[in-house]
């Protein structure tokens, strides 16, 4: 297996993409007069799956700042993260369990936290590749303050995600390559992501010590 690695280019684009998200988020949160602040609720425990090579690869450069010891800790924690995320599936339920990243409500990445932790809370919209637009709502308290602010939730100011997106797949495009195509999806929790390492995909044919003896 291959380590994934991103460059510094590409690191530097993500930077830029992860900070683009935050300004587009403060904007509508700003101009809703919305806030995390005195929340009885923590976003952190919301079951979410993460779909890209890069953001990954991303997770993982935060991690390796973090000492040995810490490293060793976040990974036992994220075990358990999936053992328990496995039990409640049994029960038919979905996963409701506290991020193994979260230390005492904060997070404990918070520079290379993925990009639905940047973007959940205010309304967004975005639109696929097949033309279809989806809206976002935002949380049950940001939907609250629409609902008395606005006749209709259409009225709302939003982040539109498809521009900061499409950049997203571009890096994940020149990341992985042109077979892309070839590589196994990716579908994985945080814990999980934690639990694997950094991302590896197969060695390719020609780059295997053993295709040698075959010329
Ligand atoms: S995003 Fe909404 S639900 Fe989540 S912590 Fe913030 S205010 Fe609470
Ligand atoms: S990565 Fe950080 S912000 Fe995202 S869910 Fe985990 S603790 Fe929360």
Redesign the pocket.
């Known amino acids: 297996m291959k380590e994934v690695v991103l460059s510094k280019e590409l690191i530097g684009e993500i930077g830029r993409i992860y900070k683009e998200m935050e300004s587009g988020y403060d904007e509508v949160a700003r101009a809703l007069k919305f806030s ?1 602040d005195g ?1 009885p ?3 952190c425990d919301s079951y979410f799956l993460h779909h890209t090579y890069t953001e990954w690869a991303y997770l993982w450069e935060g991690v390796r700042e973090l000492a040995e010891e810490k490293q060793l800790e976040l990974i036992e924690r994220a075990r358990q993260y999936i053992l328990e995320c496995a039990q409640a599936e049994a029960r038919d339920e979905r996963p409701q369990i506290m991020c193994p990243l979260n230390e005492q409500g904060r997070c404990l990445l918070y520079t290379h936290r993925l990009m639905v932790c940047r973007t ?2 205010v309304p967004a919209s975005m639109r696929r590749p097949d033309g279809q637009t989806l809206n976002f709502p935002g ?4 939907q609250k303050i629409v609902k008395k602010k606005f006749v209709h939730d259409s009225q709302a100011p939003h982040v539109e995600r498809t521009p900061l997106l499409q950049r997203l797949v571009a890096v994940e495009r020149e990341l992985m390559g042109e077979k892309i195509h070839l590589y196994p999806r990716v579908k994985l929790t945080i814990a999980q992501m934690l639990v694997k390492g950094p991302p590896a995909i197969p060695t390719p044919h020609c780059e295997r010590s053993d295709s040698k003896s075959n010329v």
């Open positions: 995390c929340c609720d923590n976003c959940h809370g949380c049950f308290r940001c």
